[in-house]
């Protein structure tokens, strides 16, 4: 993934201002995403061996669940007749797991280089991140966070860029006694979703007037970035490749939903009844509910 860096630099402050936990609870968190495939057999020895998951004790559901340190990260759905996502529609732009600590994404860095796996990285101030694409071409992140307290925050916007990772440097870092196989670590969970939007007006209108997500950062040329309770971002919004675009065919391979959970059911209730006097719509699903985007991308919304 390369976006352009911001324009401006931004110099530190101590934290994150408070006013950014007032929309949505500060104990949000992500949870699973659901992603769709061709082949979930293919896909399920990609995200264990390659990326190091844990695969989860199943449903009758026939979903293929992934975790780690027994929380489920990521579902997988068969449709062996999904196509590839066409190009410049909404949906995901990749989904990212967020491991404990720079050892482990050493060892993350160690493992896809020894598969031979083409990958990106970025230095993004508040993160390190590595890139790649699933088997059915779904994006992926993996990260690890710099203590927040090294987050540098000017007027409610944290401080980000596109800068080069020093992959050799993070690569000396594997511990080597951790073998190429090993699982990803107890700690990993889901620290953010990125989306492709077909118009940023109307991405904000939902999500941080409706939702309730406040902006961390808007410097990003064609992106913007909200977060919940001081986090650098929960989501990425951007139309670098989908602008003016509509949601992808539903026999396509993509994102099927993301979820977000909340502290409590009685947090859940409130953004449920906050999100329908609104005007959106929203579907019960079991703890929680489910609401739908301007361009259908969906999220499940349950206690934590």
Known sequence: MTVAPPTDSTPPTDSAPASLASGLPAGLAMGAVRLRVRDAARASTFYTGTLGLTAM????????????????????EERRDARPRPPGTTGLFHVAILVPDRAAL???????????????ASDHIVSEALYLDDPDGN?????????????RWENG?????TDHLDGRGLLNEAPAAIPLDAKLPAGTRIGHVHLQVGDL????????????????????????????????HHLGLNIWQSRGGGPAPQDSVGLVHYAVELPDAAAVEALRVRLEAAGE????????????DPWGTRVWVTAG
């Open 57 to 76: 004790a199943g449903d009758s559901d026939g979903i293929v669940r992934l975790g780690a340190g027994g929380r489920v990260l990521i579902e997988l």
């Open 106 to 120: 050493a060892v993350a860095l160690r493992r896809l280089v020894a598969r031979r796996i083409a990958i990106g």
């Open 139 to 151: 994006g992926i992140e993996i990260y690890r966070d710099r203590p927040a307290g090294d987050w």
């Open 157 to 161: 916007t944290v401080a980000m860029a």
């Open 201 to 232: 007006a109307r991405a904000r209108r939902f999500y941080v007037e409706h939702v309730g997500f406040e902006v961390t950062t808007d410097r990003y040329p064609g992106a913007l970035f909200v977060s919940a309770g001081g986090y650098h």
């Open 281 to 292: 719509s929203t579907a019960p699903i079991p703890g929680g509910f489910s609401a739908a």
